[in-house]
């Protein structure tokens, strides 16, 4: 479904974030991306909807040239990727509920958006999903209100409302205590489960990572260094991907029992 | 080197002696310029208008108390213009200056090269000219009266708000126009959910800031023909009516402390 063919990028300062990326991902699957910092995880993922532009290479999403496309073009591709951010990104001096319905603002005009004239399906679907996450009492609250886990909800919820085939997540529990992160994770690869979505999760916890996704391609300066099941990350791939380190202690199989209340 | 070493303990000093020799020059220069500047300035000074202004003080005061009461019938018509000059002024500026901030502002100018540069350049003109010059030229241009005071109070505030709109703008979270950018979303959409409900409560700050400013400004448009109080505090003036100045002062004076008690208690809700 989604094919990456070549996908380079160089920033004006020289640096090549991204080395020739080739990768498919095929509809349905949730992949993990673990590498460095500085490794290209950020950069790949917003060169898929060219929130940053890239270099060179092909971004075909169902056969369409993502990097190729008009500004006209561009939006409408765009509605059929959700992004979920690292600090949530939510426009934090609105509504709960309007930031859910900022995800349907490539569908509705300016002033049917500007005026928060929404279609009553869409509002709908906004408290659907709102009471799928376990927000839905917060409808109305400021997102400024909101703690750290219930804002990565909401910001869920908005990509889910544009109802896409693809996901991109860009650390979404780096902001997040261990029990939340893990209560996000496995709430993104429910839903993703539930509604066939393909998603491709940035994360530098890799043992959540290996908790959570049946794929982990591994990311070292800008070249894809490991592509297989979690339980293929040995010792000697995390010190390919990451460097030298006592790798023992993180890929040791994580017990998910004390965590099963916390899965309502 | 502010360590010394003395018989084997380091000792902390701020400075070396070198450096503080250097600084206790410079002192010593700088109290040696401003005795001269001091010599110059005494020497083209008529000290016998100096040492009157006391005598002359106090002959104005007396004349000038008290204020001629009476007279402020005829006041509560030119206070109501400067009160409108002011917010009108305020109104049109506020217009004006939120396309100029947009275009000046780094993250949303439609072309940093070319469009950016004008912004910045109706900016810094209408900044860097004051008010009452600004009447000055447009009484020539419109003749005398309000519209002139409004529209020079306008001009004159363009560059205040824009300036602080655009630097608030440059400051915003970029994430969240990523986020609304991702959707799918248009450029004045993005402009709408992204950008504008950042800026609000800055936005609503200036306007409050620059309308409390723009009321001791208006009040002195008078004086060169623009409307509002300052035509009447001319008009005393010229005719040496001091009781009726010092009613006029006393208006403006209440006006201002009403105008910054409004603004600080706006400001106040906001923030």
Redesign the interface.
């Given at each position: 479904m989604l094919q990456l063919k070549k996908l380079t990028k160089t920033y004006k300062t020289g640096d090549q974030a991204l080395k020739a990326i080739d990768l498919e991902v095929p509809k349905g699957q949730v992949l993990a991306l673990i590498g460095p910092s500085g490794a290209g995880k950020s950069t790949m993922i917003r060169c898929i909807?060219r929130?940053v532009e890239p270099s060179s290479g092909e971004v075909l999403l169902d056969g369409v040239d993502l990097a190729r496309l008009g500004s006209g073009a561009l939006?409408?591709?765009?509605?059929e990727?959700?992004?979920i951010?690292q600090?949530y990104?939510?426009?934090?001096?609105?509504t709960v509920m309007e930031n859910v319905l900022?995800?349907?603002?490539?569908?509705v005009g300016?002033w049917r958006?500007?005026l928060r004239k929404y279609p009553q399906s869409d509002v709908d679907e906004a408290f659907r999903l709102l009471d799928r996450v376990g927000l839905l009492h917060m409808a109305d609250k400021r997102a400024d209100e909101l703690s750290g886990g219930q804002r990565q909800r909401v910001?869920i919820c908005?990509a889910l409302i544009?109802n896409p085939k693809l996901l991109?997540v860009d650390e979404p529990t780096a902001s997040l205590d261990p029990k939340t992160s893990r209560q996000i994770m496995r709430l993104i690869t429910e839903l993703c489960r539930e509604r066939g979505l393909a998603a491709i999760i940035n994360i530098h916890d890799v043992a959540l990572a290996q908790m959570f996704v049946p794929r982990v391609v591994g990311l070292r300066f800008g070249e894809i260094v490991f592509d297989g099941p979690p339980n293929g990350l040995t010792p000697e791939k995390l010190t390919e991907i990451y460097g030298e380190e006592d790798w023992e202690a993180t890929i040791e199989k994580v017990d998910d029992s004390d965590d099963i209340e916390a899965a309502e | 080197m502010p360590v010394l070493d003395q018989n084997g303990t380091q000792v902390w000093r701020r400075r070396t002696g070198r450096e503080s020799l250097q600084r206790w020059f410079g002192w010593l220069l700088g109290v040696a310029v401003f005795v001269y500047c001091w010599q110059i300035i005494s020497a083209s000074t008529t000290w016998f208008f100096v040492w009157d202004a006391p005598r002359i003080a106090n002959d104005i005061w007396t004349r000038a108390t008290p204020p001629r009461w009476e007279y402020i019938t005829q006041l509560g018509r030119p206070i109501w213009d400067t009160l409108n000059i002011a917010t009108l002024g305020t109104l049109i500026s506020l217009c004006l200056a939120v396309p100029v901030a947009f275009l000046a502002a780094r993250n949303t100018t439609p072309s940093a090269l070319f469009i950016r540069p004008i912004a910045l350049l109706i900016i810094v003109s209408t900044r860097s000219i004051n008010s009452l010059i600004w009447a000055l030229l447009l009484i020539a241009i419109i003749g005398p009266g309000v519209f002139a005071g409004v529209v020079a109070i306008a001009i004159r505030s363009i560059g205040f708000c824009a300036k602080l709109l655009y630097e608030a703008i440059e400051e915003i979270d970029q994430t969240q126009v990523e986020a609304i950018t991702a959707t799918g979303a248009s450029r004045w959409q993005v402009m709408a959910y992204g950008i504008v409900p950042q800026i609000l409560p800055a936005f609503a700050g200036i306007a409050v800031f620059r309308w409390d400013i723009n009321i001791r400004e208006s009040t002195v448009l008078g004086l060169v023909g623009a409307g509002g109080i300052g035509l009447q505090l001319s008009a005393s003036l010229n005719v040496l009516a001091w009781p009726q100045v010092s009613l006029i002062l006393i208006v403006i004076l209440v006006a201002v402390v009403i105008s910054e008690w409004v603004s600080a208690k706006v400001r106040g809700a906001i923030i």
């Open positions: 909807n929130l939006r409408k591709a765009r509605r990727m959700g992004m951010f600090e990104a939510l426009v934090e001096r609105l900022s995800g349907r603002l490539g569908f300016f958006s500007f910001g908005r544009q991109l | -």
